[in-house]
């Protein structure tokens, strides 16, 4: 078989490899999907020339947390709290979608993320309803082309508990679908999805680890987000038996005030990924740049739901530095005074969907930089847009002025998935059409089986209480006694 052999040419290229630095005008090789070579002009003459004159070239962002699924209710949850969205969205519409709503909202999340420069994804999937929700699931990243760890969740979204029977059900798809679609090593890896810790038993929190590990599966964790509850806690208890890992993704964490939570979570390698904008938007709390900024932990991003902000890391990269800096500030404006530098640099935030996302996913030696032997997971951003000139200082323009028009082209694995400005993996106007019906088909059968949105019982969170608290209990004694 032939070479197939990509030449991104006179680009101003940021590697976000600090070995490589950066170079003001550079060619990018690219064999089969792997870069084999990054330098002023390479002399390369036997190459699909891609002429990135004038452009910056970057590597392709990595969300780090997304519940892709929800494409196809865009924007719904606008004015929700958090508990709207545990009642309205995974209670109240998850049960509404099918297999096949499930495989078009993660084909769309999927493209919608590509548009924007993101190459990979960890998609937090939990609305695996049936076994045809999670083949749904798969097919949808794999249909589109994008990088990403299907991360599979356990989640019983109807409150009937009706479709699987129980728990270790849920347990046997997970095998089953690591059988069927992960035995070879493409651009989806597998993963897994806790369920919220003491959301239920915690032999079955155990259980769902196991089955992570025995497949060597990353773990994503919805970890410390809801205030005066034990609920998505459980990082002590963890860290007691032995149950964290340098494989797991602890999502939000913006509840954890407590240093020793914070040392276990550094101790173990753990990582932490960051959604601005539901934080903030939803009500659970502020986000941890600080918090990892003390312990040494790297934070990554994640646009989270497209049901409440856009799927667009650069709002959620500009909207995080402006968090950080604000954080960083506090202490020093309490003290009656002015901070005399940034605490954080543009640069910096551009680390944390590029090289410290990659490291989260366990992806660090395939992606997130623009170095030789990595695979070619690039974005063109620039052109003719107003706000993309001048170009004074990149790593600005990039944070502060760009957006997910100004993405012109985009690689994954070394093929175009967007081409000046136009998708290549989706006819955008047969896409949006069939994602407009599928959207009103959901949300006519939500209100067929009669749930209101969002639809928060009164009461519900205290008749929760208790069994939370029952479930928290059982891992301290569970701790206590040094065993699962
Ligand atoms: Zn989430």
């Given at each position: 078989?032939?070479?197939?052999?990509?030449?991104?040419?006179?680009?101003?290229?940021?590697?976000?490899?600090?070995?490589?630095?950066?170079?003001?005008?550079?060619?990018?090789?690219?064999?089969?999907?792997?870069?084999?070579?990054?330098?002023?002009?390479?002399?390369?003459?036997?190459?699909?020339?891609?002429?990135?004159?004038g452009h910056l070239?970057?590597?392709?962002?990595?969300?780090?947390?997304?519940?892709?699924?929800?494409?196809?209710?865009?924007?719904?949850?606008?004015?929700?709290?958090?508990?709207?969205?545990?009642?309205?969205?995974?209670?109240?519409?998850?049960?509404?979608?099918?297999?096949?709503?499930?495989?078009?909202?993660?084909?769309?999340?999927?493209?919608?993320?590509?548009?924007?420069?993101?190459?990979?994804?960890?998609?937090?999937?939990?609305?695996?309803?049936?076994?045809?929700?999670?083949?749904?699931?798969?097919?949808?990243?794999?249909?589109?082309?994008?990088?990403?760890?299907?991360?599979?969740?356990?989640?019983?979204?109807?409150?009937?508990?009706?479709?699987?029977?129980?728990?270790?059900?849920?347990?046997?798809?997970?095998?089953?679908?690591?059988?069927?679609?992960?035995?070879?090593?493409?651009?989806?890896?597998?993963?897994?999805?806790?369920?919220?810790?003491?959301?239920?038993?915690?032999?079955?929190?155990?259980?769902?680890?196991?089955?992570?590990?025995?497949?060597?599966?990353?773990?994503?964790?919805?970890?410390?987000?809801?205030?005066?509850?034990?609920?998505?806690?459980?990082?002590?208890?963890?860290?007691?038996?032995?149950?964290?890992?340098?494989?797991?993704?602890?999502?939000?964490?913006?509840?954890?005030?407590?240093?020793?939570?914070?040392?276990?979570?550094?101790?173990?390698?753990?990582?932490?990924?960051?959604?601005?904008?539901?934080?903030?938007?939803?009500?659970?709390?502020?986000?941890?740049?600080?918090?990892?900024?003390?312990?040494?932990?790297?934070?990554?991003?994640?646009?989270?739901?497209?049901?409440?902000?856009?799927?667009?890391?650069?709002?959620?990269?500009?909207?995080?530095?402006?968090?950080?800096?604000?954080?960083?500030?506090?202490?020093?404006?309490?003290?009656?005074?002015?901070?005399?530098?940034?605490?954080?640099?543009?640069?910096?935030?551009?680390?944390?969907?590029?090289?410290?996302?990659?490291?989260?996913?366990?992806?660090?030696?395939?992606?997130?930089?623009?170095?030789?032997?990595?695979?070619?997971?690039?974005?063109i951003v620039g052109g003719?847009?107003?706000?993309q000139?001048?170009?004074?200082?990149?790593?600005?323009?990039?944070?502060?002025?760009?957006?997910?028009?100004d993405?012109r082209?985009?690689?994954?694995?070394?093929?175009?998935?967007?081409?000046?400005?136009?998708?290549?993996?989706?006819?955008?106007?047969?896409?949006?059409?069939?994602?407009?019906?599928?959207?009103?088909?959901?949300?006519?059968?939500?209100?067929?089986?009669?749930?209101?949105?969002?639809?928060?019982?009164?009461?519900?969170?205290?008749?929760?209480?208790?069994?939370?608290?029952?479930?928290?209990?059982?891992?301290?004694?569970?701790?206590?006694?040094?065993?699962?």
């Amino acid at each position: 078989m032939s070479t197939q052999r990509t030449l991104v040419k006179d680009g101003h290229v940021l590697t976000m490899d600090p070995a490589l630095g950066d170079f003001e005008s550079a060619d990018i090789l690219i064999e089969d999907g792997v870069i084999v070579a990054v330098g002023p002009d390479l002399g390369v003459t036997d190459a699909e020339v891609i002429d990135a004159t004038g452009h910056l070239v970057l590597p392709g962002f990595i969300d780090t947390h997304r519940h892709t699924w929800q494409s196809l209710v865009r924007g719904i949850c606008g004015d929700w709290t958090l508990g709207d969205y545990y009642f309205g969205m995974r209670l109240g519409i998850s049960p509404a979608y099918t297999a096949d709503d499930v495989r078009l909202g993660n084909f769309y999340g999927a493209v919608d993320a590509l548009n924007a420069g993101v190459t990979t994804l960890l998609d937090f999937s939990h609305c695996n309803n049936t076994p045809d929700h999670s083949d749904g699931a798969v097919r949808g990243l794999q249909e589109s082309g994008i990088r990403a760890a299907f991360c599979y969740g356990f989640f019983e979204s109807s409150p009937h508990g009706t479709q699987f029977g129980d728990h270790a059900a849920r347990i046997a798809d997970f095998h089953r679908i690591a059988d069927q679609y992960f035995t070879s090593d493409g651009r989806l890896t597998l993963g897994v999805s806790l369920s919220e810790i003491f959301g239920l038993p915690w032999e079955q929190t155990v259980s769902e680890l196991s089955a992570a590990r025995e497949r060597n599966a990353l773990l994503v964790n919805h970890a410390g987000c809801v205030f005066g509850s034990p609920l998505s806690n459980g990082i002590l208890e963890m860290d007691a038996l032995g149950l964290l890992g340098p494989d797991m993704v602890h999502v939000h964490c913006t509840t954890f005030d407590d240093d020793a939570v914070w040392e276990a979570l550094a101790r173990s390698g753990g990582k932490v990924s960051i959604s601005t904008q539901t934080e903030m938007n939803m009500g659970f709390g502020r986000p941890a740049f600080q918090r990892c900024r003390q312990h040494g932990i790297k934070p990554t991003l994640s646009a989270d739901i497209v049901s409440l902000n856009s799927g667009d890391l650069w709002h959620e990269m500009r909207f995080g530095l402006s968090c950080a800096r604000a954080d960083a500030a506090d202490a020093i404006n309490s003290a009656g005074h002015m901070p005399e530098q940034v605490a954080v640099t543009a640069r910096e935030a551009l680390t944390w969907p590029t090289v410290n996302a990659a490291d989260a996913m366990g992806l660090g030696d395939r992606v997130g930089s623009l170095s030789p032997g990595k695979r070619a997971d690039l974005q063109i951003v620039g052109g003719a847009a107003l706000e993309q000139h001048p170009v004074v200082d990149p790593y600005a323009t990039l944070v502060f002025q760009t957006s997910s028009a100004d993405v012109r082209t985009v690689l994954v694995d070394g093929q175009v998935v967007k081409r000046d400005g136009v998708l290549t993996v989706a006819d955008r106007q047969s896409l949006t059409t069939q994602v407009d019906a599928a959207s009103e088909r959901i949300l006519g059968r939500v209100r067929d089986a009669g749930r209101t949105l969002p639809g928060t019982p009164p009461g519900a969170f205290d008749a929760i209480e208790p069994i939370t608290r029952e479930y928290h209990e059982q891992a301290v004694r569970a701790a206590m006694a040094g065993r699962h």
